[in-house]
């Protein structure tokens, strides 16, 4: 499975971004996906996540209300919108699967996925 994220970019304070991250080779349509983020010197935090066989989605504390996590299967394709955007979501963005179910208590560990896109940068300036 390869996963190829796009859309990042500069933007300012209070703007929107629209993240796409595409998905080919063998791709498993009941898999979940999830967006993760790294700021320069941080870790790789949890943003969000979609269960593909429960349809739920869950958010970190930190992007509720303002992001949103979408998938189209037909596409083989996931989307992140980001909306009110804050000079500390300024990070490099990466989507990720895995081929299997997931326990939902772990859905927001970067260890059970299995496969990542090359990341897209988002930057946020005040």
């Known amino acids: 499975v390869q996963l190829q994220a796009s859309g990042g970019g500069l933007v300012q304070a209070g703007g929107s971004l629209r993240l796409s991250c595409v998905a080919s080779?063998?791709?498993?349509?009941?898999?979940?996906m999830a967006w993760f983020r790294q700021a320069p010197g941080k870790e790789r935090e949890f943003v969000v996540a979609l269960d593909t066989w429960s349809s739920r989605t869950y958010y970190a504390d930190s992007v509720k209300g303002r992001f949103t996590m979408s998938r189209d299967k037909a596409k083989n394709t996931a989307y992140l919108g980001m909306n009110s955007l804050k000079p500390e979501d300024t990070a490099v963005y990466y989507c990720?699967?895995?081929?299997?179910?997931?326990?939902?208590?772990?859905?927001?560990?970067?260890?059970?996925?299995?496969?990542w896109g090359q990341g897209t940068q988002v930057t946020v300036s005040s």
């Open positions: 080779g063998r791709t498993f349509n009941n898999a979940p």
């Open positions: 990720a699967t895995r081929s299997g179910r997931i326990v939902i208590s772990s859905i927001g560990r970067a260890e059970v996925y299995d496969y």
